[in-house]
């Protein structure tokens, strides 16, 4: 379908030229937004043989396919075909089931975002498979996890809110060693700052109701596979009936256009931030991977080509109070769940009630912060006034 030039180009690039076909959409700039389910075949002989271009509107349509398009061409050269799917966490319980059933065995990051582990601990355990959890920072030590019928290995980083850096490409090596698969929630670097294929991964996932959408205003994930796990994949879609509706999957291929300029000022603004707050007295350790203290900045620098605008702080010990006044004084950051829009959030967060591989032990209260397309610096004259109504509340 799309007719991208083809001339070399960088990522930001393809983010412009990917999936577009202008001939097919009249001259316009953007696919038009096909809402289906019924495809009708021309002759009967052509329906039997079910002979068309289009099949049936969950099968696909042009607007699917030009989303789907854009983003295979995001990924790189080692991207076979890009699964669809409803949201993010669709996209990781469907990579999952693609790649392991009953009897089977994986290993899942003990930093793995909530929502993965309770799928792991939920249906997953029901139907069969046992999920070991593994300490994030485990590299190729994780050799001695693997059982005969370890099928998969789950890999996110950075950790969901605690921000340990993986070695992927050490986990990969032996995953592969040991003829199992490699899923990563890369969700955070997105396919622009971290190539996942280039890398060892073989199910490549991302929320994209996060940075790919980037508006707070579409629930949306996909999954990209390499040309062994492709397949798989689509069966698995194909079974479970997925598919996303025609208005959602136009504003992800929207949020695509842009996602190259919003990252970068994400990535700008978020270590401006967080460079400020480590200076803060009040903040004992700012998680993020591209501050030079970081534990995970060496993993960073050579894996990754930037950041976004995630990241969390452990704060000196303090009262609840004192952080609820600090939390409710910021006029910027809203309180909620998901991040990768245009605005800044903060949410406290606190793993230890469920991680099982490695004990979550900080030393203080955690926040979460997504630093948005703000004016960075209105955004820390706000956090100076969230610290000033948390000594008051002390
Ligand atoms: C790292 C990560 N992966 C996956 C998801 C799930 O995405 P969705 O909310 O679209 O299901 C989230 C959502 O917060 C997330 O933070």
């Known amino acids: 379908m799309a007719k991208t030039p083809k001339v070399p180009s960088k990522p930001e690039t393809r983010l412009v030229t990917a999936g577009r076909d ?20 021309p002759t009967a002989a052509d329906q039997v043989a079910h002979r068309a271009r289009y099949q049936y509107g969950r099968r696909g349509t042009p607007t699917s396919e030009a989303l789907e398009s854009a983003l295979r061409e995001l990924e790189g050269k080692g991207c076979a075909g890009v699964a669809l799917m409803p949201s993010g966490l669709a996209a990781i319980s469907t990579a999952l089931l693609a790649v392991a059933g009953s009897g089977d065995h994986i290993l899942v990051t003990d930093s793995v975002y909530r929502p993965t582990r309770n799928f ?61 698969l490699v899923l990563m929630d890369n969700t955070w670097a997105t396919p622009l700052y971290f190539s996942a294929f280039d890398k060892g991964v073989d199910l490549s996932i991302q929320a994209g109701t996060k940075y790919i959408g980037g508006h707070s205003d579409v629930m949306f994930g996909c999954v990209s596979a390499n040309a062994a796990t ?122 230890a009630d469920y991680r099982t591989a490695t004990p979550w032990a900080p030393g203080g209260p955690t926040l979460r912060f997504h630093i948005g397309l703000e004016d960075p610096g209105d955004l820390i004259a706000d956090l100076e006034r969230g610290f000033m109504a948390m000594h008051a509340a002390a």
């Open 230 to 351: 492709l397949p798989k994949l689509k069966e698995a879609m194909n079974m479970l009936g997925l598919c996303v509706g025609p208005d959602d999957m136009y504003l992800a291929l929207r949020g695509l256009r842009t996602l190259g300029v919003r990252l970068a000022r994400h990535y700008q603004s978020g270590l401006r931030v967080a460079r400020w707050l480590s200076g803060r007295a009040e903040v004992a350790r700012v998680l993020h991977p591209a501050l030079e203290s970081d534990p995970g900045h060496g993993i960073w620098k050579r894996d990754f080509s930037g950041a976004c605008g995630l990241f969390s702080i452990v704060l000196k010990p303090a009262s609840q109070q004192a952080v609820y006044a600090f939390m409710d004084a910021l006029a910027l950051f809203g309180m909620g769940y998901s991040w990768g829009g245009f605005e800044s959030l903060v949410i406290s967060f606190d793993c």
């Open 120 to 180: 792991c601990d939920g249906m997953f355990k029901r139907m069969g498979v046992e999920t070991t959890y593994y300490d994030p920072l485990i590299g190729a030590g994780i050799a001695t996890a693997f059982k005969p019928n370890t099928r998969a290995v789950f890999v996110e980083a950075p950790g969901s809110q605690s921000f340990e850096m993986q070695d992927i490409p050490a986990i990969a090596k032996v995953a592969h060693d040991k003829g199992a």
């Open 22 to 41: 202008t001939e097919a959409q009249h001259g316009f700039v953007n696919p038009p937004v096909f809402h289906a389910s019924t495809v009708l075949y």
